[in-house]
């Protein structure tokens, strides 16, 4: 690749000025340095990076360049490159994330107390289409400027408007994002190149005996946790229980509630079989006493049609014959006639009753 240049400096020839070299005189000088670089090399990096005419940009870096200590916009990708010897120096710059770890941060809160902040880590990234313009007003050490300085100003400003308590544990989850927010804010205004992607913030060293006072009251407060989870934890199980017996007694009543049920079902059930079984007796007993009237108006039927004198008259016969009183005197014969008599008159009132009811029955058909 051809060696970067600046397109702002215009040719000349070498005996004039420090403008380009021509091609003849470069590989000429280039020889010369080549033979007499192991006698003039020195051990700095700065010096072996300026001497050497190929070079490489490592992955995740850009080449950049200086001609006479002005920096050129030409910016390289990762890869071999050439650049001319002395005149034009390279540097490598990291544009994927970087960790910046500033440590040992002295600051004072609001009450006074000095504390000492023992790491922050800053990841950032340096965007490459920024690299030209960032280089160019804050340098390769651009870092310095917006991250170590500028971290060292944010945390001595936050500390100095909050007291120990607040830095030390109440606020302190909130300080990694107030330095990114600050951080990023400083640098989207003057370096816009630069992205604060995150900021972990360690926590602060402070006076061994404040930080025993803040461990007891720990201590305490770990107890006066474990007494309400405790405490919590018997309201838990009370509750579990008279939830439990809630149950048990719900479960009572309901199985109480179906015996109840079935008892009054069988109860029903037995009613209703009783009922039946009466229905049916006073059916059968009906059928008996039907059966029994008829079997009664039959045989009185029966017996008005042989209620007839002659018939009545055997009876009477049957009975005086079957009669085995014997009475004496002169008055029997009167006795058995006054006895014939009135049989006598019975019997005729009763077949006239007969033949009355036989002749209002013969009317009735007719």
Same mark, same amino acid.
């Given at each position: ?217 720990? $201590?305490?407060?770990?107890? /006066? ?5 405790? =405490? *919590?934890?018997? %309201? #838990? +199980? ?11 007694? $719900?479960?009572?009543?309901? /199985? ?5 049920? =079935? *008892?009054?079902? %069988? #109860? +029903? ?28 108006? #039959? +045989? ?67």
């Amino acid at each position: 690749m051809d060696p970067p240049q600046d397109s702002a400096a215009p040719p000349s020839p070498p005996a004039q000025s420090g403008g380009s070299f021509g091609i003849p005189a470069m590989l000429v000088f280039a020889s010369i340095v080549i033979i007499a670089s192991p006698a003039m090399v020195p051990s700095c990096w700065y010096t072996r990076n300026s001497l050497s005419i190929l070079h490489q940009v490592p992955e995740g870096h850009v080449g950049v360049y200086w001609k006479g200590g002005a920096l050129l916009k030409t910016i390289t990708e990762p890869g071999f490159h050439l650049k001319m010897p002395l005149v034009t120096q390279y540097e490598p710059v990291l544009v994927t994330l970087q960790t910046d770890q500033v440590r040992n941060i002295p600051c004072g809160t609001k009450g006074g107390v000095m504390i000492n902040f023992e790491k922050i880590e800053v990841v950032n990234k340096l965007k490459k289409e920024y690299v030209y313009e960032t280089l160019l007003n804050y340098g390769v050490n651009y870092d310095n400027t917006w991250i170590y300085d500028k971290i060292h100003h944010e945390i001595n400003q936050f500390c100095s408007s909050h007291s120990l308590q607040q830095v030390y544990i109440d606020v302190f989850d909130q300080i990694d994002e107030k330095m990114k927010d600050a951080l990023q804010c400083g640098c989207t205004k003057y370096a816009p190149g630069i992205e604060i992607l995150s900021v972990r913030v360690t926590k602060p060293i402070i006076p061994e005996r404040i930080r025993r006072n803040y461990e007891q009251m720990e $201590e305490e407060r770990t107890k /006066v946790l474990i007494s309400i989870e405790r =405490q *919590k934890v018997v %309201e #838990k +199980e009370s509750e579990t229980q008279k939830k439990m017996a809630i149950h048990e007694a $719900e479960k009572t009543a309901t /199985v109480s509630n179906i015996l109840r049920e =079935q *008892k009054l079902k %069988e #109860k +029903e059930n037995a009613m209703e079989l009783q009922e039946i079984e009466n229905q049916m007796f006073i059916a059968h007993q009906k059928c008996l006493a039907d059966a029994d009237f008829y079997s009664a108006m #039959k +045989e009185a039927e029966a017996n008005k049609m042989k209620l007839t004198p002659e018939f009545l008259e055997l009876k009477f016969i049957e009975a005086i014959a079957n009669n085995t009183k014997i009475f004496f005197g002169h008055k029997v014969p009167d006795m058995v006639l006054d006895q014939r008599l009135l049989v006598g008159n019975f019997l005729e009132n009763v077949s006239q009753l007969v033949h009355g009811e036989r002749q209002m029955k013969s009317d009735d058909n007719a």
